[in-house]
Nanobody, 122 residues
Framework: QVQLVESGGGLVQAGGSLRLSCAASGRTFSSNTMGWFRQAPGKEREFVAASGGSTDLTNSVKGRFTISIDNAKNTVYLQMNSLKPEDTAVYYC??????????????????WGQGTQVTVSS
């Protein structure tokens, strides 16, 4: 069984920074695509950032968020700077065994983390 374990969420003031981490563990696993989605209260889950066959970030976080992957550790990071109250959501890590060229479709991911809460106060 593959597990994705997230860490790094919390409460931060607007303008602050957080770094989310997600480590994949379990049986022999090679995650060719890893990324992040988020879900705010009363809203559908939305794509944030991912890296696989390409790298993509949703427009609202470009210039503020950075995604990076340590393949040796099967770990994906999301560095979030200049946070805004509208970034408040539960952030989910996702991984796919495939090299995805289109990264925004949540149905293409095989594994999901349990989610970590990010709250940005104004």
């Amino acid at each position: 069984q593959v597990q994705l374990v997230e860490s790094g969420g919390g409460l931060v003031q607007a303008g602050g920074s957080l770094r989310l981490s997600c480590a994949a563990s379990g049986r022999t696993f090679s995650s060719n695509t890893m990324g992040w989605f988020r879900q705010a209260p009363g809203k559908e889950r939305e794509f944030v950032a991912a890296s696989g066959g390409s790298t993509d970030l949703t427009n609202s976080v470009k210039g503020r968020f950075t995604i990076s992957i340590d393949n040796a550790k099967n770990t994906v990071y999301l560095q979030m700077n200049s946070l805004k109250p509208e970034d408040t959501a539960v952030y989910y890590c996702a991984a796919s065994r495939r090299w995805l060229s289109y990264l925004r479709d949540s149905n293409m991911y095989d594994y999901w983390g349990q989610g970590t809460q990010v709250t940005v106060s104004s």
